[in-house]
């Protein structure tokens, strides 16, 4: 079983309590290959990432789950984006140096915000202080305030890889406190190493070789940006002509780079002049005498 780029849920057939694995290798690469972030920021990006994964696959919808994180401090902006289709996308905004790991000397007073945007209804965002040890934590906050069902996370990030791991109540099901607090337990001896490097079924059987586990078959995860020539035209179409007049009385093209996968666009005067075809006057004919 390929478990390189991969999202599995796992079912404890005797309780209701179900969860989810993911791991990203190569996707998590195409990330770090698009910016060089030091490893204090790479670090948050990428259980981010995991995380953004783990909570969408939670949601039945179609569109994307986006996980923000801002604040004041060092690390000030955060974003990381999963889809239903299980690609992803991040990054990260920060100033000077990280130093200590708690979230309050990395983010400074700031706030989780998590956005789904579905295609099928409107956009709910749901907004919390960041608060906790770490970034598991901060979103284990949210859940609790939210009044939703409990969830526990567990997240990993290196230079390799990053990895996730969530548990969570069954909606519907009648759940005994004492298996929840069973379960929770055994899960909270999962170390980072063991997350990044172990396995799903090795994992699995390392903290609930106790338990009836079902592990279901996994599923891919890719990177892959929204941005297109196309987006960015329609951008470009919301400013107007006069804003993009004025950059070209000192440029000869506009150009507009997607900070996701840093690919450019260039847009000439011809260009132009196609996208806003209906808004140009044309000055009107000469006659001759």
Known sequence: MNEFDSFQRFLFEDIGIRGELVRLDASWQTVLERHPYPPSVSSQLGQ???????LS?????????????????????????????????????????????KLSDIYGAGQLVLTIRNEDSNPYQGIV??????????????????????????????DQRAAGLLIQE???????HDDWTRVEYLANTVTGPELL?????????????????????????????????????????SLGLKEIESVLEHEDSVEVGCEF????????????????????????????Q
């Open 48 to 54: 981010a990432l995991a995380a953004v994964l783990l």
């Open 57 to 101: 696959a939670t949601i039945k919808f179609k569109g994307s789950l986006i996980l923000q994180a801002q604040g004041e401090g060092p690390l000030h902006t955060l974003v990381a984006q999963a889809t239903h289709q299980r690609t992803i996308r991040g990054l990260a905004h920060w100033r000077g140096d990280i130093i200590g790991e």
């Open 129 to 158: 202080d960041l608060e906790g040890d770490n970034l598991a934590g901060a979103i284990q906050t949210y859940f609790s305030r939210s009044e939703q069902l409990a969830t526990r996370l567990w997240l990993a990030a290196d």
């Open 170 to 176: 069954l909606p519907a099901r009648r759940l005994e």
């Open 197 to 237: 490097n172990l396995p799903s079924q090795e994992l699995l059987y390392r903290l609930f070789n106790e338990e009836r586990v079902r592990l279901f078959d996994s599923e891919p995860i890719s990177f892959r940006c929204g941005c297109s020539r196309e987006r960015i035209e329609s951008v470009l179409i």
């Open 261 to 288: 996968c840093n690919r450019r666009y260039r847009f000439d005067r011809v260009d132009i002049g196609g996208l806003f075809a209906n808004e140009i006057k044309l000055p009107p004919p000469t006659t001759r």
